[in-house]
């Protein structure tokens, strides 16, 4: 009886380290293979960029395009610009006079901490973050219904770039556009903490603009620039290529959108930590 417990305990004992050997395996290979997938995906990225940026064959056909890309990626997302950036500056303005203000720090520090949030963070980062899944989205969606109807393969066959003749003008239009919807949001933002001051009375408007304009940088309206112009470019130039390379269905259309807007998400993210380390 004791040595057919020992056999079942040895059984049991070898089968936990069969199934441990297993699983560290299946592990291993399920992050070898996604690191291979991810260098494969940034190596397909990098060919595609590769050919994106080469001369137009037609200048006149390049530029029509490229001023359309700016009005449809760019003065079409305005409103919603406008709107956000609104009701985010008025929200802003609330939440630091109630939680933060105090009668031990000056009456400007309301208008101040507003200002520093909706130039360093509010106006490039989240602004750009939302317009990930606006712009994204549409310019995955285009690209991949393009592709699935097989209007890129024709222009393929045509002798046309197609990656040059498609995805080019969206790059370009979006990096030219971006500064200005950066500069917007953050003039929207700040109307968005004087209504709070004006119609809310949540703070005197004097107090207000004391806090706005002081210790100003220009430094920081730059830095906000400049950021926005990396987050535009991973933003048209990652939708543009999961769009160009879907393969499949309407469904695979849709499942790229999705896969657009968060892998532009992300990259946005990890980019904002070293640029603001870099630029501060």
């Given amino acids: 009886m004791k040595q057919n417990k020992k056999q079942l305990a040895e059984l049991f004992v070898f089968v936990f380290d069969y199934l441990s050997v297993f699983i560290n395996f299946a592990h291993q290979f399920k992050a070898s293979m996604l690191i291979v997938k991810l260098l494969q995906t940034f190596g397909e990225y990098l060919i595609l ?7 137009p064959e037609r200048m006149r056909m390049f530029f029509k395009k490229y001023v359309k890309e700016m009005s449809d990626l760019g003065v ?3 409103g919603i610009v406008l709107l956000i950036s609104f009701f985010i500056g008025a929200v802003i303005c609330i939440q630091m006079k109630i939680n933060i203000q105090s009668p031990w720090m000056p009456r400007f520090t309301t208008g101040y901490t507003t200002r520093e949030i909706l130039l360093l963070e509010f106006s490039s980062s989240i602004m750009c973050l939302i317009l990930a899944g606006k712009v994204g989205s549409n310019i995955a969606s285009e690209l991949g219904t393009m592709r699935v109807t097989q209007q890129i ?3 393929d066959i045509m002798g046309v770039n197609s990656a040059c003749y498609l995805i080019l003008p969206k790059i370009l239009g979006m990096i030219t556009i971006m500064p200005f919807l950066v500069i917007f949001s953050a003039a929207n933002g700040i109307l968005g903490a004087y209504a709070t001051a004006y119609i809310g009375h949540m703070l005197p408007p004097d107090d207000l603009t004391i806090g706005l304009q002081h210790a ?8 906000s620039i400049i950021k926005s112009l990396f987050f535009a470019f991973i933003i048209s130039s990652v939708s543009s290529y999961y769009g160009y390379s879907v393969k499949g269905g309407s469904i695979e259309v849709g499942k790229a959108s999705t896969a657009a807007v968060v892998s532009s998400s ?3 993210l990890f980019s904002d930590v070293f640029l603001t380390q870099l630029l501060s």
Avoid: Q, Y
């Avoid at 960029?49 to 001369?55: D, E, L, N, P």
């Avoid at 100003?216 to 830095?223: D, E, G, L, T």
């Fill in 49 to 55: 960029m590769g050919k994106t940026f080469s001369r």
């Fill in 76 to 78: 079409d997302s305005i």
């Fill in 153 to 155: 393969d024709a222009l």
């Fill in 216 to 223: 100003f940088n220009p430094w920081f309206v730059w830095m």
């Fill in 266 to 268: 992300v990259l946005i």
